[in-house]
């Protein structure tokens, strides 16, 4: 199975995602996922729009249909279906006289394993991160919210060794290497540096002067060789981490 084939049978335990009309391509491969099709396959047309500008990411560009995992993926009625199973609001947060908007999968990230789809929060993702599920598992993480990502994340088999999908990035996360970079990141962050300038490194000298050169070039040095070897990674724990109360 695909990636998005075992997040939407296996993880989050749906059906097929019916199509409004039979499919007449009689293609044994998914155009996007290069996964299996079944006999309720989408044809390109009724399923891709022409918004989807991915069209270079897919695996099989001489197939005509979609599987229904993929499909579902990315569909809002399938959205709402997959809420309602496992519990999650399929709305926006509602504001006081607003009418409840309906969401769609591309606006949050998600943790998906073993029937259990978490919709998480920053300070969530941070501890997922620190403290991955059980395997086999999938964590795709949105910064913008206008794009389709989930098809392009990876399974995880290994709780030590994993990955993410930070908006386009596909991430290798050793869990030890993670752990290590992010405590000196949490220390930067909680000192008063801003995330920005600890993924670039060009800091306000104010900031400097109040923490302390020693202690901020003990800091820098740790994180200046991260961000020459694995800016992916600190790109990451930037993103996730959170101040301490």
């Known amino acids: 199975m695909s990636n998005t084939q075992t997040i939407w049978y296996n993880m989050l335990k749906m059906d ?23 006999e309720n396959s989408w044809a390109i047309k009724d399923a ?20 229904c995992a993929c499909v579902a993926l990315m569909k809002k009625e399938a959205w709402y279906e997959a809420c309602e199973k496992h519990s999650n609001s399929p709305y926006f947060p509602i504001k006081e006289g ?8 591309v606006f949050f990230s ?28 999938s964590i795709v ?10 098809f392009k994340s990876n399974i995880s088999l290994s709780r030590d060794h994993f990955f993410v999908q930070l908006e386009e990035q596909s991430i290798n996360v050793h869990l030890d290497d993670f752990k290590k970079l992010h405590s000196t990141v949490k220390e930067a962050y909680n000192l008063g540096f801003s ?16 923490i302390g050169f020693k ?17 992916k990674l600190l790109s990451l724990s930037c993103f996730v981490v ?3 109360t």
């Open 16 to 38: 097929d995602f019916i199509p409004p009309k039979k499919n007449k391509h009689n293609d044994e491969h998914c155009w996007l996922c290069g996964g299996k099709l079944n």
């Open 195 to 210: 995330k920005d300038s600890i993924l670039t490194g060009h800091y306000n000298y104010s900031t400097v002067l109040k």
């Open 141 to 150: 993480i949105t910064e913008t919210g206008k794009k389709h990502l989930i």
């Open 215 to 231: 202690i901020w070039q003990d800091i820098e040095n740790k994180l200046k060789k991260v961000r020459n070897t694995n800016k």
């Open 48 to 67: 891709i729009t022409s918004s989807f500008t991915d069209v270079s990411l897919a695996k099989n560009n001489a197939s005509n249909s979609v599987c």
């Open 98 to 105: 607003k009418k409840p908007y309906l969401a769609n999968w």
């Open 110 to 137: 998600h943790i998906f394993n073993d029937n259990k789809w978490v919709i998480p929060t920053r300070a969530e993702l941070e501890q997922c991160l620190l403290n991955p599920p059980q395997p086999p598992f």
């Open 242 to 244: 959170q101040k301490e």
